[in-house]
Nanobody
Framework: QVQLVESGGGWVQPGGSLKLSCVASGFTFRLTDMGWYRQAPGKQRELVAT???????NYLDSVKGRFTISRNNGKNSVYLQMNGLKPEDTAVYYC???????WGQGTQVTVSS
């Protein structure tokens, strides 16, 4: 059975940093494109960053230069390093795989003074 287990969320002051982790199992991780989504209260879910099986990355414009997505195939893990956090980054962050498509349970990130 596929599992995507997330960790690393929490509270941070504006300008601070957090690193999210997602550990995958139940499929061939190294061949699978991965991504991070987020959803703020009352807002639609949006794609934050992706990393494909070759290591190519893409980012939401508003997080470019602040967030970095990476993967470690030996650990079946994908990460999202978030620096220079802003209150508008507050959301539930979700780990995602595609083909097969699965979702993690989400982890809360709160940025406030």
């Amino acid at each position: 059975q596929v599992q995507l287990v997330e960790s690393g969320g929490g509270w941070v002051q504006p300008g601070g940093s957090l690193k999210l982790s997602c550990v995958a199992s139940g499929f061939t991780f190294r061949l699978t494109d991965m991504g991070w989504y987020r959803q703020a209260p009352g807002k639609q879910r949006e794609l934050v960053a992706t990393v494909d099986s070759s290591g190519n990355t893409n980012y939401l414009d508003s997080v470019k230069g602040r967030f970095t997505i990476s993967r470690n195939n030996g650990k079946n893990s994908v990460y999202l390093q978030m620096n220079g956090l802003k209150p508008e980054d507050t959301a539930v962050y979700y780990c995602n795989s595609r083909s097969p498509t699965y979702w993690g349970q989400g982890t809360q990130v709160t940025v406030s003074s």
